[in-house]
């Protein structure tokens, strides 16, 4: 199984709400990211998770919030989000946290602030 | 050069050409570059990661190089077929190696 699958693929969600997105890979990889991407923009990183300790937050704003729970899963809790957050979330993981190894990327879920 | 930088933006080639695309990226605090193939409804796909400099790569039709003292890559694609559109991304990873910085990417779409 090389899939890491994302849920939702879409969501919309007003400004006050609370929502999750979860991420989930079968490898045994011990990295997993999330990155952010608008559109006609490159994929940014927002988080790294190594052995499911956080190892970097690229100053991401606190009404994002990540979790790993465990070395399979990642959720990225979002809180009292804006308009301008509205974007593509990708997962990725990767065998250990060093960028010399490949990614492997979910389709991503597709976000609408309104 | 701060930011990963590829050309072209689109690129437009018929069936069975060959072409090429560039990665541009910081050369200092190198530590690796990727190319990715993104096809539209998908995620993204590795192709390639390279570490050395003069590393080059080849999976099937398409095929990479690298540069790291002067910063960039090249991508080669020979004889294109339409199964080759994608946007082509490629990202590198340097200074807090966990860092890895993504190109805006080049669109190719191969015309049958």
């Known amino acids: 199984d090389t899939e890491v699958t994302q849920t939702p693929k879409h969501l919309v969600m007003g400004m006050t709400n609370k929502k999750s997105l979860k991420c989930e890979q079968h490898m045994g990889h011990r990295a997993m990211y999330w990155y952010k991407q608008k559109a006609k923009k490159p994929p940014e990183l927002m988080f790294v998770y190594s052995y499911e300790k956080l190892s970097i937050n690229e100053s991401v704003p606190s009404r994002f919030s990540p979790e790993c729970p465990n070395s399979s899963l990642l959720n990225l809790h979002l809180h009292a989000l804006q308009p301008e957050d509205s974007a593509l979330y990708l997962c990725a993981s990767s065998q250990v946290g060093g960028g010399n190894t490949e990614a492997f990327f979910g389709q991503g879920t597709r976000l609408t602030v309104v | 050069i701060l930011n990963v930088?590829?050309?072209?933006?689109?690129?437009?080639?018929?069936?069975?050409?060959?072409?090429?695309?560039?990665?541009?990226?910081?050369?200092?605090?190198?530590?690796?570059?990727?190319?990715?193939?993104?096809?539209?409804?998908?995620?993204?796909?590795?192709?390639?990661?390279?570490?050395?400099?003069?590393?080059?790569?080849?999976?099937?039709?398409?095929?990479?190089?690298?540069?790291?003292?002067?910063?960039?890559s090249y991508l080669y694609i020979k004889g294109s077929q339409p199964e080759d559109s994608a946007t082509y991304l490629c990202a590198s990873a340097g200074g807090g190696y966990q860092k890895v910085t993504f190109g805006t990417g080049t669109k190719l779409q191969v015309i049958p």
Not at chain 2, 20 to 34: E, G, I, W
Not at chain 2, 36 to 60: H, I, Q
């Open chain 2, 5 to 72: 930088e590829q050309s072209p933006q689109s690129l437009h080639v018929q069936e069975g050409d060959s072409t090429n695309f560039t990665c541009s990226f910081p050369s200092s605090n190198f530590y690796a570059l990727h190319w990715y193939r993104w096809e539209t409804a998908k995620s993204p796909e590795a192709l390639f990661v390279m570490t050395l400099n003069g590393d080059e790569k080849k999976k099937g039709r398409i095929s990479a190089t690298l540069n790291t003292k002067e910063g960039y």
